[in-house]
């Protein structure tokens, strides 16, 4: 095969291409044909057990902006005004019913300090977080909505610190230094750079909000797996995701706060964009209720399991539908077939009557065994001289023997639980890894049959995690970054 | 989301191994035809297109290819003004249909490129068809766009309107601005467009310089310089040498009397996109700054490929020029033929309009205010209509009507070219009665 960096650049395109009309047609609605929606566009829900300071919490996050090029400019990766970010929590039996208790709401609001410039982003080198040289800031609120008794509660507001452009942002960078690559993550808080420690928000009731650029945490030798399955050795494989930041939202939610740590929950998050009239009358508004437009759980489901024609379904349905309308992706998954023809030339993986792996993606949630102790965090690698990562993290969670123990489920005996994903999902869990090996493994046996682990190769992330709050590693530097 | 994300990619490696394993599909003579042409068509330095070529001629996931082919091959048509383009992306939808026949992703690029072409009744049969079919938000997108290059708005808005709901996105708040500029909600349109370019990534600068300069042309209207000059600019940062930021960049400067600049930035344009709307701005810039010389070197490039490259405006630069008593022998003749087969392809608001112009330039005065009439019925806010209705009016003896159409054309001055204001001028004012 030739060109798969062309088709995998395609497969990127798939859903972005732009067709632009001619330009003769001067009436035309002649705008290019994009269908990107970066801002709304989930990538990555995370969710774990943590603790900060003594408490236990249940940290929750959300990325958007895939594929954000750190070196752009003018550099206008942003949170979307027009979009409502709401990270969901589904508790007691609404996690069967994938069903939301409760969801916290980003709305973000942007203003510049100075509209006759060209320098839309910064004015100068940011010193602090919102100083004068910020021109662009953004500023945001959370509000929780207990979606029980419709009752909305505001726990706070926070800004968001600037993108990591280089030279104007020297903080987030070593030795305070915007010609050097950003800095490693770090055990402790009181490390955390200047930029991102200003911008974590206390809120009401014990909440921890973040919001802002970061790294791209997931890691995988994409182009590998396309590249029919032939991946490379230790060593060689790439991290498709190398390079490149997100924007994300996280936010420590007090165990207490949704009904306390003997239960498992289920957690996801929506984009939504305001429905609007197309022709109003006078004194209308423009907008009214708000359309989902994307929606993210587990890694990998909508993306790998969910056959092109239903994705869009997907990304504007609830949880709730997920039994109805999606569980028979997750019960004969093609992508077993498919590795039993590509990879295996036999059929290892099963292939039908999965109900391990319908346990894991239906409803859409990612479940979390809140009763556990906090979750062993990554840093940067074992041997990380800093950060290393906790002992007995691994990044394949339970294929990796990293487990931990639930007090309210029996697990896979004595209440042994995954680590890591699917029981939550931390920063650096290898999920393509761990996703490859319960699809060739059988989980609905006692003991489950484990195949593998299988994996791509790509170990880690290009970044050393932080293990404190935001976890999501620092921005890479625009001006010094790989790829 | 769109992540590139592996098990995606697995799965689309299948569709690669079964096209690479299975011998080579029965070539018929169409298919042969048919990706021929796409296959050898001069990639140029697209190396995108170049590697579809490559994967088609291999038969690697060969529907797909031909389907991104064709899509690039419309972007290409655009940016470098060569219709002939459009064939080849007609050619690859064609070959899309080999291997898909009535598949919907086959109909879609149809559809676009149908409409491309101006063929805008056989697009909209298309999206109907899919919009029966599926119902995707494209579907409707592609509806809507033939219905209202058709005169229909109220269709499109309904269209438009499905779109929106099924997803608030780039794509349907530019058509939702686009709509409601047509039927004259200014404000409405900036407010919609400015969440286009909220909602627009940077990873698609196209997408955001455009959003930016409609934005800026709202803002000019709107008389409000010095904010269209910003988004002008926002739109030229985003995309340098972007040809419809400049052109409306140097519309800004014409509107600021600033005729250096404009006429700096409208070579640019014009070199850039030499089609008629670019030229006729340019020499009207240079003939309000008395470089007369260049200004008729400009208009003979206007004379030579107006018609075809963009009849319409070529035959509102006809009638204006008939207007302000400047025409060569047959302007007004040729522009209303222009206009008049301009109108068998759309019925809009602005080709309405065009051979209304034409008509009242050569005497024929009712069917021009008919027409005009038709033109006006949307609420379309836009200074050369009102201009071209006062005259109308003026020449069909209702110099009330005149005299108000003239005072709207007046308030909307900022977007009339510099030949135009001088028609405005022109008009002898005669104050509506109380």
């Not at chain 1, 452009?165 to 055990?187: I, L």
């Not at chain 1, 239906?362 to 556990?372: E, M, Q």
């Not at chain 1, 487990?403 to 999902?425: C, D, I, K, M, Y």
Request: with cysteine.
């Amino acid at each position: 095969m030739k060109n798969l960096r062309s088709m995998l650049q395609l497969a990127a395109a798939a859903g972005l291409l732009m067709w632009p009309a001619t330009a003769r047609a001067s009436s035309h609605m002649d705008a290019p044909l994009i269908t990107l929606d970066d801002a709304a566009n989930t990538t990555d829900v995370y969710a774990f057990v943590s603790q900060r300071y003594g408490r236990k919490y249940l940290t929750t996050a959300l990325a958007v902006y895939p594929h954000e090029e750190p070196g752009i400019g003018p550099n206008k990766y942003n949170f979307d005004d027009d979009v409502l970010y709401e990270i969901r929590v589904a508790t007691g039996a609404d996690v069967a019913r994938g069903r939301t208790t409760y969801s916290y709401r980003f709305k973000f609001t942007t203003t510049f300090r100075n509209r006759n410039t060209i320098l839309q982003s910064y004015l100068g080198v940011i010193g602090n977080v919102g100083d004068t040289a910020q021109n662009l800031i953004q500023r945001y609120t959370v509000d929780k909505v207990d979606w029980r008794t419709g009752a909305t509660t505001r726990l706070g507001h926070g800004i968001v610190p600037p993108n990591n452009q280089g030279n104007a942002t020297p903080k987030y960078n070593r030795n305070d230094d915007g010609e050097q690559r950003a800095r490693d993550g770090v055990a402790d808080a009181s490390a955390l750079d200047l930029y991102t420690a200003q911008a974590i928000a206390e809120l009401e009731d014990g909440y921890v909000a973040f919001a802002g650029q970061r790294d791209d945490g997931f890691y995988a030798d994409v182009q590998a797996v396309f590249d029919l399955l032939k991946l490379r050795g230790p060593g060689q494989a790439v991290d498709a995701q190398g390079g490149f930041n997100v924007h994300a939202i996280a936010l420590n939610i007090p165990i207490e706060e949704i009904g306390g740590d003997r239960q498992v929950v289920g957690v996801y998050a929506t984009t939504s964009r305001p429905r609007v009239k197309i022709l109003s009358a006078a004194g209308e508004t423009d907008f009214g209720d708000f359309v989902q437009v994307a929606r993210q759980g587990n890694p990998l489901f909508n993306e790998g399991l969910v056959a092109i024609k239903d994705k869009d379904l997907y990304s504007r349905t609830s949880p709730e539908l997920d039994a109805t309308l999606f569980r028979k992706y997750a019960v004969t998954p093609e992508l077993a077939a498919l590795i039993n023809a590509l990879v295996f030339k036999s059929n290892v993986a099963p292939t039908t009557n999965r109900t391990d792996i319908a346990g894991i993606f239906i409803p859409d949630l990612i479940k979390v065994d809140l009763s556990t102790g906090p979750a062993r965090l990554a840093g940067g690698g074992a041997s990380h001289a800093t950060n290393p990562d906790d002992p007995g993290f691994s990044r394949l969670s339970i294929f990796g023997g990293d487990t931990l123990t639930s007090a309210v489920q029996p697990g896979f005996g004595n209440g042994v639980v995954p680590g890591g994903w699917p029981n939550g999902r931390r920063f650096g869990d290898d999920v393509l890894d761990i996703a490859v090996t319960a699809i060739i493994s059988d989980l609905r046996v006692s003991p489950p049959v484990i195949v593998g682990p299988a994996g791509d190769n790509v170990d880690r992330n290009d970044i050393a995690y932080n293990k404190v709050f935001p976890y999501a590693a620092t921005p890479l530097n625009g001006r010094a970054h790989t790829h | 989301m769109t992540r590139t994300w592996p098990f995606a990619a697995i799965a689309a490696t299948l569709t690669l191994a079964a096209a690479c394993n299975r011998p080579a599909p029965p070539s018929t003579p169409a298919r042969g035809r048919s990706c021929g042409v796409a296959l050898s068509a001069d990639a140029g330095s697209d190396r995108d297109i170049a590697k579809l070529q490559q994967e088609l001629r291999e038969e690697r996931a060969p529907a797909r290819a031909a389907e991104q082919l064709g899509y690039r091959f419309i972007s290409r048509a655009r940016l470098s003004n060569d219709s002939g383009f459009y064939k080849i992306a007609e050619q690859a939808a064609a070959c899309l249909e080999s291997y898909q026949p009535d598949d919907p992703s086959a109909l879609l690029l149809r559809g676009h490129i149908l409409h491309q072409l101006h063929r805008f009744g056989e697009a909209e049969a298309i999206a109907r068809r899919l919009v029966d079919a599926r119902s995707f938000v494209l579907d409707f997108g592609l509806l809507g766009d033939a219905l209202m290059e058709q005169g229909r708005l109220a269709e499109a808005a309904d269209a438009y309107q499905k779109m929106i709901d099924l997803k608030p996105f780039y794509q349907s708040y530019a058509r939702a601005a686009h709509l409601r500029w047509l039927k004259g909600d200014l404000d409405g349109a900036v407010r919609m467009m400015g969440s286009a370019v909220k909602a627009a990534s940077p990873r698609d600068p196209e997408s955001l310089a455009w959003g930016y300069a409609r934005l800026a042309a709202y803002e000019l209207q709107r008389g409000r310089l010095d904010e269209a000059e910003r988004t002008a600019a926002a739109s030229l940062q985003t995309v340098p040498d972007y040809a419809s930021a400049l052109l409306v960049s140097g519309r800004i400067r014409l509107a600021q009397k600033k005729f250096p600049q404009a006429i700096e930035l409208l070579e640019r344009a014009a070199r850039l996109n030499p089609l008629p709307d670019y030229e006729w701005t340019l020499s009207d810039a240079l003939r309000a700054a008395g470089r007369h010389d260049e200004a008729d070197a400009a208009e003979q490039l206007l004379r030579r490929n107006g018609a075809a490259d963009d009849p319409r405006t070529f035959a509102l630069y006809l009638s204006t020029r008939t207007a302000a008593r400047v025409p060569r022998a047959d302007d007004g003749q040729q522009a209303v033929e222009l206009a008049r087969h301009e109108l068998t392809v759309r019925a809009d608001v602005f080709t309405l309009d065009a051979l209304a112009w034409a008509l009242v330039n050569t005497g024929e005065v009712h069917e021009a205010s008919a027409l005009i009439e038709r033109a006006l019925a949307e609420g379309t806010a836009d200074a050369r209509l009102f201009l071209h209705a006062s005259v109308i009016a003026a020449a069909d003896g209702r110099p009330v009507e005149a005299a108000r159409w003239a005072g709207k054309a007046r308030q909307l001055r900022f977007t009339l070219l510099p030949s135009e204001l001088g028609v405005l001028q022109g008009i002898a004012v005669t104050p509506p009665r109380a």
